[in-house]
């Protein structure tokens, strides 16, 4: 049973940069197509990007677009998500999780799996 660990939130000024890992254990995440989600106080959770597994093509939500970048060191057995040019609206816990595909629905990525890990904050603010 592979999990994950989120890690790298905390908090930053608007317009800066974060960038959030996501570590397994017990199995090799190159084996599967892995999502970032997040999670705003009173909102559903949301995709946001994912890199497949069998390419490592990757997708993103519309919101995120030209600022996140997705990107996995099978070495390290680590998917990263960099962000660029935060605002106070990507405010939200972050999760990252293992997917059956990265799925397209209206051009932007939309999660499909059922499987998460225990998150980590991030929170843009003056």
């Known amino acids: 049973q592979v999990q994950l660990v989120e890690s790298g939130g905390g908090l930053v000024q608007p317009g800066g940069s974060l960038r959030l890992s996501c570590a397994a254990s017990?199995?090799?995440?190159?084996?599967?197509?892995i999502g970032w989600l997040r999670q705003a106080p009173g909102e559903e959770r949301e995709g946001v990007s994912c890199i497949s597994s069998h390419d490592s093509s990757t997708y993103y939500a519309d919101s995120v677009k030209g600022r996140f970048t997705i990107s996995r060191d099978n070495a390290k057995n680590t998917v990263y998500l960099e962000m660029n040019s935060l605002k106070p609206e990507d405010t939200a816990v972050y999760y990252c999780?293992?997917?059956?595909?990265?799925?397209?629905?209206?051009?932007?990525?939309?999660?499909?799996?059922?499987?998460w890990g225990q998150g980590t904050q991030v929170t843009v603010s003056s």
């Open positions: 999780a293992i997917d059956i595909g990265c799925t397209l629905v209206g051009g932007t990525y939309s999660y499909r799996g059922s499987y």
């Open positions: 017990g199995g090799t995440l190159d084996n599967y197509s």
